[in-house]
């Protein structure tokens, strides 16, 4: 849940209410205002400010306004005249939905660029690259998704195990190898049985690194590092997960690219050598642009 929606349903008494209201209406205009000012204004008084902070989980005012500028100071960045839920319409020309689509996915990939900050994603991949195996745990379509790094990952044997009966998601979590770490995926961070195997995951001292919302929800408290994909879209209300899965597509190839990246001349010799291996006398091409040197396709 947004901090704002969080506001908006905080259990307030009616005066810390006028100025919850006050917050929410002003928005980025709040940044230069003291808290004096914001108290004066909205008829209250500045302990009002600080007793709301705590409500909300904030050690205090200062806390939570800069929570609430940053999350707002993104909601107003990218998707400028892109609805994430609803790209286009019946009356676009094939053409024009082909464009819509491109733009919506730029945009979901710029987006969750922004999120990204150098502290979580060196911690994310220090907690992949040191773990004996990564066991993803994801439902629906986010499974398919994680299916390529899977297969990436295990081509520069590094080893990822994905669990693909619901059922048994949480068994999995509760028969996690000690050495090994956990990749959450979930959009909401609320389905019920990824909660459940975070629990057992957290209680058995598996390191969790989590992919989800800007928002609060059940799973971040579990986690262990939590990388923030695009949040624009729905749960229910589109014409399919396009951002969404542009977001998560690529916070794994930047995972899958940053642990490459560690070893780098090993992994590249490893998948030329592997690729000429099996590979040889198998793929061919009558384009000179993606031929290898001597006229064979390696890769």
């Known amino acids: 849940m947004l901090i704002q929606e969080r506001l908006e349903r905080c259990d307030l008494s009616n005066s810390e209410r006028t100025v919850a209201d006050f917050i929410l209406k002003e928005q980025q205009n709040i940044q230069k205002m003291t808290t004096r000012e914001i108290a004066q204004a909205a008829y209250s008084s500045p302990s009002t ?10 050690r205090g005012w200062n806390e939570l306004k800069e929570a609430l500028l940053e999350e707002e100071a993104y909601l107003q960045t990218h998707f400028n005249g892109i609805d994430a839920n609803f790209p ?14 491109a733009a919506l ?6 987006d969750t660029l922004s999120l990204i900050t150098g502290d ?51 068994y999995t979590a509760f028969l996690a190898d000690p050495g090994s770490c956990a990749l959450i995926i979930s959009y909401s961070g609320e ?19 989590l992919i989800t919302n800007i928002g609060e929800n059940s ?20 014409i399919a997960t396009f951002s969404t899965d542009a977001s998560i597509e690529y ?16 992994n590249v010799q490893l998948k030329i050598r592997s690729a000429q291996e099996i590979e040889h006398g198998r793929r061919r091409s009558t384009v000179d642009i993606i031929r290898e040197d001597g006229g064979r396709s390696a890769l």
């Open 251 to 266: 916070l794994l190839d930047v995972l899958y690219s940053c642990i490459f990246r560690l070893r780098y001349e090993e």
């Open 105 to 110: 996915k730029k945009e979901s990939i710029e």
């Open 191 to 209: 389905t019920p049985i990824l909660v459940q195997a975070a629990k057992f995951l957290k209680r058995h001292q598996i390191p969790i690194v």
């Open 120 to 170: 979580d994603l060196q911690k994310a991949v220090s907690i992949l690259n040191q773990a004996s195996s990564i066991g993803i745990y994801a439902v629906s379509n986010n499974l398919l998704i994680c299916r390529e790094f899977q297969h990436n990952m295990n081509r520069i044997q590094k080893r990822v195990d994905v669990c693909s009966i619901q059922g048994e998601v949480a």
């Open 88 to 101: 286009f319409k019946r009356s676009d020309s094939i053409m024009s939905v082909a464009a819509k689509i």
């Open 49 to 58: 400010l600080v007793r709301i902070a705590h409500k909300m989980g904030f």
């Open 219 to 238: 799973l971040r408290p579990m986690a262990d590092c939590i990388l923030r994909i695009c949040t624009r879209e729905k749960l229910y209300s589109k």
